[in-house]
């Protein structure tokens, strides 16, 4: 059964980690966020609009279409004044024209079918020459082996349905840039990062995270049953490793309204 991002239980599943700097450092190679309205669109539990919040933008908006993650990223965010909570989607903000200077939408596109109205919306709310900051996987990013870093790999090599589904919901970076161009973005950087997720001081660490989900919507496509074998199988794989650096790659596109 896939998550229900409304169900109060999932409120928290995305805000227990936090941003790494080196994910800032990045963006700030392409982006100038000091004193701009930022929109984190699809905030989930906040991460990036405290990130963005503590880095010198103005003002954040944190949007998502469930009340629950926004709840969440309200109670992650507390201590910080320049964040409001917005329920909205993608298609429609309900944002006014030209209201932003920054847009990010990361882990998002993977579950819209559309992007052209996705896109089109970005254009209508972004100011003239506003940047849009895309964050995704690529099939070729869910497609990477299983190691002691990158141990979503291990989830795929265990279950293949799952990379099978993975795959079929992901856009590859050819057609992102399309409807970017198709839409009145000018592309400015297509960037391959790995970003850690989490560093675990040993094993069980790991093994307790995976039990509860966190922050993996793929994971609730297993029964618990096959996520009980599938930590079995991957601290089989991992061995005696006495601490471990998981990481993702993404994918981040970062494009310039025209």
């Known amino acids: ?6 169900d109060q239980r999932n409120q928290t599943t995305y805000a227990s980690r936090t941003a790494e700097e080196k994910w800032m450092q990045t963006i700030q190679q392409f982006v100038d966020i000091q004193g701009k309205q930022v929109l984190d669109l699809g905030c989930g539990g906040g991460i990036y609009s405290k990130v963005f919040a503590m880095s010198g933008a103005a003002h954040v908006t944190a949007m998502d279409f469930s009340l629950e993650m926004l709840k969440g990223a309200q109670a992650n965010c507390k201590e910080l004044s320049n964040i409001d909570y917005v329920q909205g989607n993608a298609w429609d903000t309900g ?3 030209e209201q932003m200077d920054v847009l990010l939408e990361r882990a998002l596109i993977h579950h819209i079918d559309d992007l052209d109205a996705c896109f089109q919306e970005a254009n209508r709310i ?3 020459e506003g940047r849009f900051i895309i964050q995704d996987r690529t099939p070729e990013d869910c497609s990477l082996p299983g190691s002691e870093t ?3 790999g291990y989830f795929f090599e265990k279950y293949p349905r799952l990379l099978d589904k993975e795959i079929n919901r992901r856009h590859s970076s050819e057609q992102v840039q399309h409807v970017l161009q198709d839409n009145g973005f000018e592309l400015i950087a297509e960037v391959s990062f790995w970003e850690t997720r989490r560093v675990y001081a040993a094993v069980n660490e790991l093994e307790e995270d995976l039990l509860k989900r966190t922050g993996r919507s793929i994971l609730h496509d297993l029964s618990d049953e096959e996520l009980v074998e599938l930590v ?5 794989k991992l061995g005696d490793s006495p601490s471990i650096k998981e990481e993702d790659r993404w994918t981040i596109w970062i494009a ?3």
């Not at 059964?1 to 409304?6: E, G, K, L």
């Not at 079995?232 to 089989?236: G, L, M």
């Open 126 to 128: 972004l100011k003239s």
């Open 150 to 152: 990158h141990i979503r």
């Open 95 to 97: 944002l006014v024209d």
């Open 1 to 6: 059964m896939s998550i229900d991002f409304h």
């Open 232 to 236: 079995s199988y991957i601290k089989n």
């Open 256 to 258: 310039k309204k025209k």
